[in-house]
Every structure is written in C-alpha cells, then in structure tokens.
C-alpha cells in the first residue's frame, strides 16, 4: 500500500457510533440464525453463480475428507504474518458457526467460514492466565508450572511463540484487556511491545483491571498503522464476556434477557474491526489468523457459576477457528483438539523445524485433509485447592471417555452422555484404570520443572476480585481435603454473597460472608470478604475487629495485617496503621498494600527520605502506578531533588501527554534547573493542553531565556491579561519586563 493511500485510512479509532470500516453490525431484532437467512441479499448475490459448482466440490471434499483423507499443498508461507486472537470467557456453543441462534457473532462466524473450525477444542485449565500460558508454549500447566490467576508467572526458560517468531525476524506484540495476563506474570516474554497499559488517568490496575474491546482494538490500531508493511506475530486478547457481565448500551437492550451473549456480541464486532484493518493495510491475504476461547464459562449447570472450579465441558469447550492463505475454507473438523497444538501448528505452517519440545502437535495433517490419531487431553484445576481450601481435580479426556481424578471420581462417556449427567466409575473399572494410568504418565513427564509460583500481592487480590473471581486468596492446604462435589451448598453461599456484593446490597452481603467465616474460620479470604463489605460501608472499626479476629487464628497473615493497616489509615489510627503496615512488612517486604499504607502515613508525617523509600519499593512491584510516581516526584521536590523530580514527571508526561499538570510541573521544574530548551516544548504543549497565569509566566520566562524576544512579550501579555490571585511581586516584574521586550522589539 502507497504512503498515499495509507494516509486516506488513518483515521481508524472511531467513536462506537461511528464505525470506520465494513463489518457486520447489529441489526434490531436480528439474530444468528436471522441474519444467516438473510446474508444473500448482499454478498451472496454476486457470488452465487460464479462459484456454485466450486461450493459443491469444496463441500464434498469436506465431507469426504475425514474418510479418504485427501491431502491438499500448502502455497508459499515465507511472508506471512500471524495475528492470534483469545477471546476470554467464551464459549465455544455461544457462537453461531457452532449452531447458537440466540446471538450475534457475524464475524466470527464469517471468518469461521472463511478457514477451518475445531468443533472440539478444549483448554487444558479453565483459567486465563495458566491458559494462555499454555496457548503461547505449547506446554500442559503441569509442564510449565502456571497453576492459577495471580499466584504464579511463566518461568523465564521457557520458550514462548512470540520469542521463537522474534527471533526469525517477526515483529511481535501483545494487546490484552485484563489484569491477569499483566506483563508481570511472564507472559511478556519474546514481545518487543505488550501493550497491558489500561485506560489513561487511573491511578493503578488496582481500580481499572481490564478494558473493553474497542480499547484493545484501538491500541491494535496504532501499532499495526507503524508495523503492517513488516513481518509481524501480534497477539489481541478480548475479555468482554467475562462476569461480571455489563455490555454496552446498545448491546445491553438487544440482549436484556442474557448479557453474557450481549458481551460477545460486542467482542464479536471488535473483533471484525480488527480482521478488516489487516484488509485495510493490505496484509490479510499474508496473515495466518488464529481465533481461540482460553476456556468457557459456566451458568449453573453443575451449581458453578462461572469457571476455574470444575472440569465439565460447559468450561472447556471453546470456539478455535484458523483462517490462512490457501488454506481450506468452510472446514469443520470433529476431531478433539487442545490449545496446546496452536504453538506447534503455527511453527509447522512457517516452515519452522527448531522448535523446542512441547506437548501439543501440529494440527497441519488435518487442516490439509488428512487424519491424525486423537491425543489425550490433559485437564487441571488448582484453583479449589489455592482458592476454597478444597482437593484439586485432575483429568484427562481420550477419545470419547473423561477422567476427573478426585477424591471420588468421575468417568463420562462424552460421545452418549454429553452433559456428564451419569458418571459411570466404579472401583475396579477398567476404562477409569487406563485413563488414570495414561493421566499419571502425562504428569510423570512434568516431574523436575522448574516452579512458576510467586507471591501474589494484596492489591494483585483485589485486582482480580474487580474481574470476578470472588473467592480469592484461599492458603495452600496439605492432607486429604474435601471433594468439591461435597461443598455445593458452600459454594451456593460463596456465590450468592459475591453477587449480592456485586449488586450492591452489602447489608446482606455483610451478614452472608459473616456466616461464611463462621463455617470456614482457618480460610484467610473469609475475613477478607467480610471486611471489604463492612469497610464498603464505611464501618472501617467493625472491618478492623474482623481482620484482628482472622489475625488470631492466622497470626503469620501480611494479607490480613496490610488490610488492618489500609482501614485503620481510613479510621484516621495512624500510628496503628503504620504499626500494621510495619508487622506486615516484616513477614513479607513486598507487600504492596503495606508500603503504600506507611508511604501516606511517613508523607503526612513529613518524614519525605522514609516516604520516598516506600515509594521506590513500591514502584518496584507496580512501576507503572501513577498515583506513586506523582508522590515520588512531589516529595523530591519538597527534597529539592530537582533533577530526580524532572525525571520522574517526564515519565509521568509521556505516559499522560494530554495530563496539563504533569506538563506543567516539567516544565516548571526544567526552567528551575535552567534546560530552557527543554522547558520551552513541554510549556508550549501546557498553554494548549490547558492555559493559565502559571503556565504562561513560566513560558515566558523559557523564552526570554532562549532569546524568543516576541514569543517572549507575547507570554507575558497572556499572562497580565488575568492576575487575578498572583504575587504581586511576579506581576510588577513581568510588566517590567514586557516593557523591556517591547522597547527592544520596536
């Protein structure tokens, strides 16, 4: 594409009502199934007659394939790009293309149509962050290490798709949309960008912990706009139908009854707007495109609702759609296939032999029409385990048959009971014993890696309760524990209490986790829950008599020990806040909620090098916070640590470019340190941004040193113009010097 004509597209970060590009939108009263009727009316039209006798042969061919098993060639691949798309939360039995009439997915369905669509694709973990870890290594979570949200970070030695495409000269990046996937947990690795940077102004992931589609779409935008004339491997992760479940107005009224199908509708679009700029930019006829769910999502089918908990279909089952040039269109493979198989499958396509040894295999063999032998599939959740206090569950899927290890376990006949509604083990059972030793053999081979667990901070907790997990910060439990099938009744009470939280009806809310710490006292996010209710209420005295309870029984708990401090701040007990904060500190240095507790109270105390301390320890852990950055620079000023402070604000300003007082603040401070031609840029962006007597007195001042004479008089005109409230001392000098300037410009 010309320079010129890429001029034409640029603007394509559009308001929701204005849409940039030709994608399928939401009609009123329009459904899947509607809008597949009636896509003849357009596209079709033209394309009918030309190409009926191909559909037919394509058509026979695909049902003929599985059977005969006709290989197809594969054209060129040296210039391809790959783009994979992870949609979070969604299952695969949502989407049109895999027969759902109640939604709306037109682009997904399209691009189904376009490639080739895994009828039966399942997650090895039903949890984002352990998931993709296995999406970008290859690698089964008992191989890598990454267990749960929050608690874990891929290890750095293990090898990732973006590093292997990095290193054969692609361009790589990450757009993601939630906190879980934070560059922080190492995921990162191989991407020369990772755009995990969420909406302007907040002051912390703490309080915004994911973005909306278009969000992720208009930073896709702006880097492929620079990056889509070289080789690229960009990764767009959406996260909209994750609970809780909030779609956007015009999504909200067309699915009143179901929101979750309103959240997918919404990605869905995104998604299209996505695919369409690759058109746009010319490079979607170069483009391996990869579409797959990180796991699905319950609705109360077996009591769960939501997903990480048990292994049933409902959140395993995910939509996997590849779309590539040459590759066949409108495919449906029934085989069961596995997240895992993305990695080598996109490496084996590429042409790419050295590649590290993963547990996935290529899926080429049966994109191109011949069969392969279905692989076991390995399934984990930790998460109640790390989470209630109750056994892990492992699993295995081979063939038509599922394994769920547990303390009383499940055997399902997935081809005759597809609901897993007659679990058909017993002692003794041969096919549960095969399965159990084909289990066992998978997880042998994961003896000896390296671990991936890692502390999890108390404000990492409260970022993933923001994205629903309601239940977080249970302890690692040793001995025999409880079946999860055995605590329903529990897990109804832990529900229904998060969705009264969540509702807003915290009295109720209060009284049901106080039941729950009654029956679960040794579980540390009882007294978590409860306190968060009470303090949401303002009842920071009756939260802190909580978390001294919780403290009793886990006295070695810096989780419960920085909350004690965070709502004795709020109670206005500074010196107990700082007390807690400092025990809290004691058994674990980085607990981020305790260092930002003693850095407000050192800061009001005046004691600055104590606060400042606090601040770049805790900048260590979260270097990204506004709200701790903008103190460091405060108080080294108040230090008279100009040149430290610059720094920090010139940061702050390039983070924030539209932030006048971050400007501002540089610039003064620049004019300070006497680097006129620094200040001089950054002040004239002020008076833009947001003019005032400040700003305008500083800008003259950068100009006169610079020797801008008119510039210089013009400044100080704007500032004369309106004194009202400024020191009469720099109001009598600024006019003797616009007096100066005007007799020397004349």
Not at 95 to 104: F, K, Q
Request: net charge neutral; aromatic share 8%; glycine share 8%.
């Amino acid at each position: 594409m010309s320079k010129k004509k890429r001029r034409k597209h640029k603007p394509i970060s559009p308001p929701e009502d204005k849409a940039p590009v030709r994608t399928a939108e939401l009609a009123p009263g329009q459904d899947n199934q509607s809008r597949l009727q009636g896509q003849k009316h357009t596209r079709i039209r033209t394309f009918l007659v030309a190409a009926a006798l191909l559909l037919a042969l394509a058509a026979a061919l695909i049902i003929l394939k599985d059977k005969i098993g006709a290989g197809r060639a594969l054209p060129e691949t040296g210039n391809w790009n790959v783009l994979l798309i992870t949609l979070d939360t969604t299952r695969a039995d949502r989407l049109g293309s895999y027969g759902y009439r109640a939604g709306w997915t037109p682009n997904l369905d399209e691009l189904a149509a376009a490639g080739t669509r895994f009828q039966n694709a399942y997650c090895q973990v039903p949890l984002t962050l352990p998931s993709h870890a296995s999406i970008l290594t290859g690698l089964n979570p008992c191989r890598h290490g990454v267990h749960n949200n929050g608690n874990y970070s891929l290890p750095p030695e293990f090898i990732t798709l973006a590093e292997l495409l990095k290193e054969r000269g692609f361009g790589t990046a990450a757009f993601v949309a939630s906190f879980s996937v934070d560059s922080r947990f190492g995921l990162a690795q191989g991407f020369e960008t990772y755009d995990d940077f969420f909406e302007p102004g907040q002051a912390s992931k703490t309080y915004n912990a994911e973005r909306p589609a278009n969000g992720v779409y208009e930073a896709f935008s702006r880097w492929l706009e620079k990056n889509y004339a070289s080789r690229f491997f960009a990764w767009v992760h959406f996260f909209d139908p994750h609970f809780p479940y909030n779609p956007p107005p015009e999504f909200a009224r067309k699915f009143q009854s179901d929101p979750y199908d309103g959240e997918v509708a919404f990605m869905d679009r995104y998604v299209g707007r996505v695919v369409e700029l690759l058109k746009i930019y010319g490079c979607y006829d170069r483009t391996l495109i990869i579409i797959a769910g990180d796991h699905g999502e319950a609705f109360g089918e077996k009591v769960e609702q939501g997903h990480g908990l048990f292994l049933y279909e409902m959140s395993l089952r995910v939509p996997f759609i590849v779309v590539g040039p040459g590759l066949p269109s409108g495919q449906v493979i029934s085989h069961p296939v596995r997240l895992i198989d993305i990695l080598p499958t996109v490496t084996d396509l590429l042409g790419i032999k050295q590649t590290p040894e993963v547990d996935g295999q290529s899926l080429k063999p049966l994109l191109l029409g011949k069969n392969m032998r279905p692989a076991d599939i390995y399934l984990e959740s930790f998460f109640p385990r790390e989470n209630y206090g109750w056994s892990e569950l492992l699993g295995i899927i081979s063939e038509d048959w599922k394994y769920i290890q547990a303390p009383r376990p499940e055997l399902y006949n997935l081809k005759t009971d597809p609901g897993e509604n007659n679990n058909l083990y017993s002692d003794g059972n041969r096919t549960a014993s095969r399965l159990r030793s084909r289990l066992e053999k998978i997880i042998a081979t994961a003896s000896g890696l390296a671990s991936a667990g890692r502390e999890m901070t108390p404000a990492e907790r409260e970022r993933l309760r923001s994205l629903g997990y309601l239940q977080v910060a249970g302890p690692q439990t040793t001995g025999a524990l409880p079946d999860p099938k055995d605590r329903l009744d529990e897990l109804r009470a832990y529900q229904e209490a998060g969705l009264l939280e969540l509702r807003g009806q915290l009295e109720a809310a209060e009284q049901a986790y106080a039941q729950l710490v009654e029956s679960n006292p040794n579980l540390e996010s009882s007294y978590l829950n409860l306190s968060r209710v009470q303090g949401l209420q303002k009842k920071h005295l009756e939260a802190a008599a909580t978390l001294k309870r919780g403290l009793e029984v886990l006295p070695g708990s810096d989780h419960l020990l920085s909350k004690l401090a965070q709502v004795l701040l709020l109670a206005g007990r500074r010196a107990e806040a700082m007390e807690a904060a400092g025990q809290a500190l004691a058994i674990n240095s980085a607990n981020y909620d305790a260092l930002v507790v003693a850095l407000t109270v050192s800061e009001g105390q005046g004691k600055i090098d104590e606060a400042l301390g606090y601040a770049d320890r805790a900048l260590q852990i979260e270097p990204e916070n506004e709200l701790i950055r903008l103190s460091k620079a405060e108080n080294l000023v108040r230090s008279g640590r100009q040149k430290e402070a610059a720094e920090v604000y010139a940061g702050l300003a390039a983070d924030f470019p539209e932030n006048a007082f971050y400007n501002l603040n540089l610039g003064v401070i620049y004019n300070l340190l006497g680097e006129y031609e620094k200040s001089l840029p950054v002040l004239e962006r002020v008076v833009k941004l947001k003019p005032s007597p400040k700003a305008y007195l500083n800008l003259a001042i950068a100009c006169l040193e610079t020797r801008r004479w008119a510039e210089a008089a013009r400044a100080f005109e704007l500032y004369l113009a309106d004194t009202t409230g400024e020191d009469p001392t720099n109001v009598a000098r600024a006019r003797e010097r616009l007096a100066r300037l005007k007799s020397m410009i004349q």
